[in-house]
């Protein structure tokens, strides 16, 4: 199956300027996005816990003013909305804030699902019901914003984001077709061309009827280097399909096992079980981490620690 956040976390630290100026273009125009430095997130330590956090992408900007302001945009990529977001972001603002002390711009960028497209988000420190801080960040549901708004931007992220946007009056087989067009003209070199290629058309599957439509429009644009690359890329996703419906069989069986035990209110049955699978995946755990997984006694952290065992690549990083 393709790694969603790894995907992506390619493709925009291929195009960070074009990020911001698609979705915060007031903000990009008062950054220095000749000078883009990106952040090693190993460089961030939890405290408390004594452990490196990892966030997805740290991108350090300064402002174009002359006043050497430094800004931070923290960029997590969710494959999904889940519950625990807010507090992860919470708890990473607080981690970023501590390690580099300047300002810093907080992004969720959520491939499918959530609520809206471009909202901000707001946390608050309640202890004992007394508000005590606000914290606010903000998220980007790609699946809900319009492809038509963004296709023709002449940016080769927008061209490939939209392959995830709602039609709004496209047919399947344009949105793919003009988006990969878009692509092959806005991309910076061959390689990376064929990187958001592969991604639209890995996004955007068709019916057999709207392939047919898609594949005449490439070929009478004369891109014959697509065409050859389509039957390659065929055959890469119906490999990852195949395996992808293996690990769905898995997943859901995990996802059963650890609903039953918390509606019968065994929360230690779900712990033994996520533990399990991820010992199978990431190898034994260390001391600390074990402890960590039996401390955790919340519904929505549980469910959504029995996805992300199947999407992370490391105990770190699956419990980030």
Not at 86 to 93: D, F, I, K, S
Request: glycine share 6%; net charge positive; proline share 3%.
């Amino acid at each position: 199956m393709m790694k969603h956040d790894a995907n992506w976390k390619k493709i925009i630290h291929i195009y960070p300027d074009q990020f911001l100026q698609l979705f915060f273009p007031d903000i990009a125009n008062q950054l220095d996005l000749t000078n883009i430095e990106f952040l090693e997130s190993e460089m961030i330590l939890d405290v408390k816990k004594g452990e490196k956090v990892m966030p997805d992408l740290l991108l350090r900007l300064h402002a174009k003013d002359g006043s050497m302001q430094i800004i931070i945009i923290h960029i997590e990529i969710q494959a999904r909305s889940t519950k625990v977001m807010p507090a992860r972001m919470n708890r990473y603002y607080h981690y970023i804030k501590a390690t580099f002390d300047c300002n810093i711009i907080p992004v969720v960028l959520v491939l499918r699902g959530g609520r809206r497209g471009l909202v901000r988000r707001r946390v608050d420190d309640k202890p004992l019901g007394l508000l005590t801080a606000s914290y606010y960040y903000n998220e980007i549901c790609v699946s809900k914003l319009s492809a038509p708004q963004y296709i023709d931007r002449g940016m080769a992220l927008a061209s490939t984001l939209a392959a995830l946007m709602q039609p709004d009056g496209l047919e399947p087989w344009e949105l793919k077709s003009r988006s990969m067009l878009n692509v092959s003209r806005e991309s910076k070199d061959e390689a990376v061309g064929e990187l958001l290629m592969y991604t639209i058309h890995r996004y955007l599957l068709l019916n057999i009827e709207s392939e047919k439509k898609f594949k005449e429009t490439i070929i009478s644009s004369g891109e014959v280097k697509t065409m050859e690359k389509l039957s390659e890329w065929e055959t890469k996703i119906a490999k990852e399909a195949k395996q992808a419906g293996v690990q769905e069989g898995v997943r859901e069986g995990v996802r059963q096992g650890v609903r039953q035990g918390l509606e019968k209110g065994r929360s230690q049955e779900a712990r033994i079980l996520i533990l399990r699978l991820g010992t199978k995946r990431f190898g034994k755990p260390t001391r600390k981490i074990l402890k960590l997984i039996k401390s955790i006694s919340t519904v929505e952290i549980l469910e959504d620690l029995a996805e992300r065992v199947f999407e992370a690549e490391t105990w770190e990083e699956f419990l980030r």
